[in-house]
């Protein structure tokens, strides 16, 4: 009886299932890729952010991932991707909607505080030019100093001039980066004079470099270049607890270095969400170096977002970051209401605590640095980015010396 019962149920529901697998709506194609709102940039080099073919299958996923990728960029205010109905049935039109912003950016950092030990102030600028020759090219002009005020003394000049194709060749994929590049940081322990007489650490760099990239899936990217130094001189003399001496001087032309990343964060400056990761290998001398960089946001309420940061400064795909960060940090931003004072400005707070530095000590044990930044970051129409910040941090010991 249960057989019998189930047959005829069966049969009673097959058309049903059957008109409703007939019914199943077909995909969406793309029937055209267009560009709203653009006047200084070419539609082509928006539509290379935006990986749908025409004639193919419409990706919803891949149209959120498009506007972050165009959102990031500093060339756009605001990015909207819209779907218009097509001419034939099935088919819908992709518009990529843009409010551009000025070709010319401008970055400012300026950090004051006490990391150990030692009480120096940090500044940084950055100049670019994000549509060189109408064409989307990139000229970028960073530089930076540490001036040290009180106790170990830190100082340090930088200076990078940087030309960056997004699109080599006009491809979708491929990115070019080159330029001249100038370095010279010292670190002295303990006394003011930077010489040979004490601990102390040098580096003295310039000179030009070249590299290639190529943008994976969604987000990720992979890059090598190489380096040739017309100066390179990096020396350093530590005093180990039980009176050794370790010293080194490390001179090197020629360097390379290979990266991988990604960058998903919804927007280049006040991010809510997505990530920035890289891990970079090279030569800075004779030996290998490594570095790793990873930033994660997460929205939360009352347009505010948490971060967690580890390792140096995230970059992006072609240039490093002017911010100083502390190698394990949380942190927290919440946006500033600027309105109606300026419609034109963004602002936000934001607040981090880390750790800063660790080290093992014969005497003293483990001892450990950490600290608290806060700070107040502006995008201004007329004077571009200007972040300013206090650090402060403090050494805690945690275990007794041997």
């Not at 005020?149 to 060749?169: K, N």
Request: net charge neutral.
């Amino acid at each position: 009886m249960k057989l019998l019962l189930k047959m005829v149920l069966v049969l009673a529901l097959s058309p049903a299932l059957a008109f409703a697998q007939l019914e199943e709506p077909a995909p969406l194609t793309v029937e055209d890729v267009r560009c709203r709102g653009n006047s200084l940039t070419d539609c082509r080099l928006i539509l290379r952010h935006v990986y749908l073919t025409r004639g193919g299958n419409l990706d919803e996923r891949e149209l959120e991932n498009a506007r972050l990728r165009l959102s990031a960029l500093s060339s756009f205010e605001k990015v909207d991707i819209l779907l218009e109905k097509g001419v034939r049935r099935g088919a819908v039109i992709v518009v990529v909607e843009v409010t551009e912003a000025s070709p010319f950016a401008a970055e400012t950092v300026a950090s004051a505080g006490y990391i150990r030990s030692a009480y120096t102030v940090d500044l940084g600028h950055r100049w670019s030019h994000q549509n060189l020759f109408g064409t989307g090219k990139i000229l970028d002009f960073t530089i930076r100093g540490t001036l040290p005020i009180d106790g170990p003394r830190q100082e340090g000049f930088g200076a990078q001039l940087q030309y960056i194709d997004p699109h080599l060749f006009d491809s979708q994929r491929y990115y070019l980066f080159g330029g001249v590049r100038f370095t010279d940081d010292r670190f002295k322990f303990g006394n003011d004079a930077f010489n040979d007489a004490g601990d102390f650490s040098r580096t003295d760099l310039f000179g030009v470099s070249l590299g290639v990239g190529r943008r994976l899936w969604g987000f990720s990217y992979v890059s090598a270049s190489l380096q040739y130094r017309f100066n390179a001189d990096v020396a350093f003399r530590f005093s180990a607890p039980d009176g050794s001496i370790e010293s080194g001087r490390e001179t090197s032309r020629f360097g390379w270095s290979f990266t991988y990343g990604w960058n998903s964060e919804d927007d280049p400056y006040f991010p809510t969400q997505g990530s920035r990761f890289f891990l970079s290998t090279g030569t800075a001398g004779p030996d290998n170096e490594f570095a790793i960089g990873y930033r994660r946001h997460w929205r939360a309420a009352n347009q505010g977002s948490w971060s967690f940061n580890l390792g140096r400064p995230a970059r992006t795909d072609v240039r490093p970051s002017l911010e100083q960060s502390m190698p394990i940090s949380f942190g927290y931003a919440r946006q500033l209401q600027l309105e109606p004072l300026d419609q034109r400005s963004r602002a936000r707070w934001f607040v981090e605590l880390g750790l800063v530095d660790f080290r093992d000590s014969d005497q003293l044990g483990l001892q450990t640095e950490v600290g608290i930044k806060a700070g107040i970051r502006i995008l201004h129409r007329s004077f571009g980015v200007i972040d300013l910040s206090l650090i402060g941090t403090t050494s805690v010991g945690l275990g007794g010396g041997r």
